[in-house]
DNA sequence: GTGGTCAACTGGTAAGACCAGTTGGTGCGC
DNA sequence: GCGCACCAACTGGTCTTACCAGTTGACCAC
């Protein structure tokens, strides 16, 4: 029916100066505490009504990486110290399309540490509801596993996770997990192989599932760290090899 | 000098409008999936012209609180499936000014989740520059516990913290502290009392640097795991004791 | 039913004007 | 020379008006 046909990607006029000026700052083309150029130049420079650049730039200052003052100028922040959470996705890729290695280790790391907590509060919290529809995600993993199909086994454990961290009753992991889910989804196709091997873990899911239905924190506990543990060393190995390739052949 | 005097809030149109909206949508007074009135019926009933309220939804997009479609209106989202992190600070206090007793036992459960780990990556990765700073601190710590000086220990421990999570070099930890940091400081003076026993732990703080020093990554995850400890145990008591008072008394 | 047309929405972009703070220089009085 | 008030030239903030560009649904010919 459709073949493979993809909804046409719109870019409105701010959005393009949104990500062209976000780039410039994240990329360090812009030192901290530097002055941006008036609105009025700005406009000029990027050819765009004056309304337009004002929209993007609230959405800078938004997202932390610029602060106006009325009469006194726009100056640029220092990410790393005023930024959220939120631009872990444009950090991923450098401004030339390559992921870069560094943030990828990084939100291993953070998904390592937060896994385990999250899968040790739903034992404590899931209503008997939320155990029911973790038990039916098991239960499609375990049918997604018998032809192996990695992809669909990859869109379960998504869904597992978003049953965890639903159960799991925070509303700050809730938060967390939605932006390093929209970062995963930017990167779900090259993560297929390198998450191979947790992906392939229904059987520990199962017991995941199953200690979180015994109200076993602990267990659950360990059962999550042990699964994501997988999965980053599949991650931290491909960027190894990956960061070597590089090295190797810096001018491919 | 200064009288305490402090600045002055200057908060402009678009800022207004953005958390009156934020306010609504946050406290579900519009429900998910609802489309919101038009931008220029939105205009009239806020009293605003139609860019500073343009401002204000960008702000909206940008942080997932609503979805704009050219030509086919604004809806709702699902803050709790599309928002990020950043959100924390603004569920932390209920449109009454009350602060939000299940958002605040979120967050210090992330923040123990989150510091043993950082402490961790710290040990193995921060500099002989980090670690002169780290020791600074703890020493500015012990002169500000002999005639014990809570704020000064407060804001002490807040740069501890700031110099381990630049020493773990990790983007995600990064900017994940960076938002709890700023909805910290928005209860700074309530926490003072609810951590005390966290921030007299100045022993415990330098056996953690220590631990850095020495590249013992184990060590300085089990000490600043037990930190944190009895700040979450001071936080959630405090959470329950004004449970009970409101519950108690509702009214009030 | 299918497809085309059109009017009435919606958000997106544009241009221009003016208001409101900040900054730095200029010149007066001392 | 120093301190001060003042003013001009910035800056960002707000407003008005208009038009462009997609979406939707009603309507109608086929």
């Known amino acids: 029916m459709t ?42 420079a990027l050819g765009v009504n004056r309304g337009a650049l004002r ?22 922040l220092d990410y790393r110290r005023s930024g959220g959470l939120d631009l872990l996705t444009r950090l991923l890729f450098s401004p030339d399309g390559q992921p870069d290695l560094k943030v990828a280790r990084a939100i291993m790391e953070m998904r390592a540490a937060l896994a385990p907590d999250i899968a040790r509060l739903c034992a404590q919290r899931a209503t008997p509801d939320q155990i029911t529809q973790l038990r039916a995600v098991v239960q499609s993993m375990r049918e997604a596993a018998e032809p192996e199909d990695l992809e669909r086994l990859q869109g379960l454990s998504l869904e597992l996770w978003e049953q965890l961290v639903t159960g799991a009753d925070n509303i ?13 989804e930017q990167i779900r196709g090259a993560l297929v192989i390198a998450l191979a091997n947790e992906l392939r873990q229904v059987h520990a899911c199962a017991q995941l599932v199953d200690a979180v239905a015994a109200r076993d924190g602990a267990r659950a506990h360990t059962c999550a760290g042990s699964i994501v543990e997988r999965g980053s060393e599949g991650v931290l190995a491909a960027i190894d090899l990956f960061a070597q390739l590089q090295s190797g052949a810096p001018k491919a």
Chains 1, 2 share one sequence.
């Open 55 to 76: 929209e993007a730039l609230k959405r800078l200052v938004q997202a932390g990486l610029i602060e106006q003052r009325h009469g006194g100028g726009t100056v640029v």
């Open 172 to 184: 700050a992991y809730r938060l967390a997990f939605n932006t390093l889910r929209h970062t995963y």
């Open 3 to 44: 073949f493979g046909l993809e909804p046409v990607v719109r870019s409105s006029l701010c959005d393009a100066v949104f990500d062209q000026l976000a780039a410039q700052i994240l990329a360090r083309r812009i030192e901290p505490g530097q002055p941006l150029p008036s609105e009025r130049d700005l406009c000029k």
